[in-house]
């Protein structure tokens, strides 16, 4: 059995760094340039953390390969109640990927309790700035959590030409607000060769390696410390499907995965699991015009984002320009600022020419069935209520065109999985 064995955990006040070495086999699937870290705000002493707790992130976030790839992680010290909570976990693993024979072992060599009085009106949110996570800060606004953003979910931990647009935004909302924020700055992603898992797996989770193997409850672990020095009550983390869902998207982030997680004495908890994506916009909307314009929402939706601004062109930006358009409302007070004059006509001419993804014509049948059911105060947008989507015609040549693609993919895919044997 391959072993990913932890060595040493360095600890300079606010940054955790880890030393580990990995059997041969799997070396493949780990980047050459990174090892795990996570660092932390300079308020912060992680030399006063446990090193149970301390480890919990490493841990939580080598467990997906653990159990995909049959391997066996040894640690010194763990957290007890994370350790415990970690069978509730996998099994929430087992019903996203039910064909995945799920293996591996983690052999921890003491196991330590660390119990607290969490404080109940101390609160973690996740906060990524996007509509979930915007929609649960609304939801539970009264209890003013601590917002805490990731640097290296989506932007590279040592990209600060991005980071510096999403800090300064996120920044201003949490100000506006009133609530207090700060980052986490972490390699959790990018100490693994993410391409080539994702590549590696696809024919095996039918999914990202981020998205379908590590991102909630690997986010979600990064928060141990900071729930320990607090005394944290819960940590939110909010949803991006519903329960419909269950069974056809292959998100590693459901309820039965996220909230089971427990570190210390703080729960977890995936929040929103009950609104479509329709829902929390107007959630969000509805918050912003309580505000009277006071409070700018500069949503962070894009999946290719320009010096850490929303392109305004990709599918997910326009859906969400779609539906804050149904709603009567100003783009530019949701961070969307488009270099195109009729935004209503470029959603159109979008529809139009393209065929969606299976994963996100839910999300468009939403505005559809919104605007039915609602009307709405945008005359230009009235089009979308009758909308036939993926009506787009193809060309002659576009089923041969297609098996090409197949077969190259197919190609491409043993290529690239040979590259690292």
Known sequence: MPIIKLNAIETRKNRVDFSYTVSEEIKKYFSSDLNFFYEYPEQYDLSKVPESILVVPFVMNMMPLVWISNTELVVNRLDDSFYNSLQDV????????PDVAFGGKLTVKQLEKNE???????????FSGGVDAVSTLVTHIDEKPMLINVWGADVHPNDMENHKVIERDLTQFSEELELPFFFIRSSLRWCFDEPYLSEYYKNTIHDTWWHGMQHGVGLLSLLAPYDYLEKVSTNYIASSYTEQDIGTVRCISYPFVDSVLKMGTTQCFHDGFEKHRID????IVTFAARSEGSVTIPLKVCFHPRNGENCCKCEKCLRTIAAILTMGENLSQFGFTPDYSNAEDYVKRFCNRNILAEDVITFWAEIREFVKKNGTSNPKMEWIADYKFNTFRSKWYTPLETQIRIRLGKIRHALFVMRKK
Request: net charge positive.
């Open 90 to 97: 996998l099994a929430g693993f087992r019903r996203v990927h």
């Open 116 to 126: 607290y009085e969490a404080d109940d009106t101390k609160k973690a949110l996740l």
């Open 280 to 283: 929390k916009i107007e959630n």
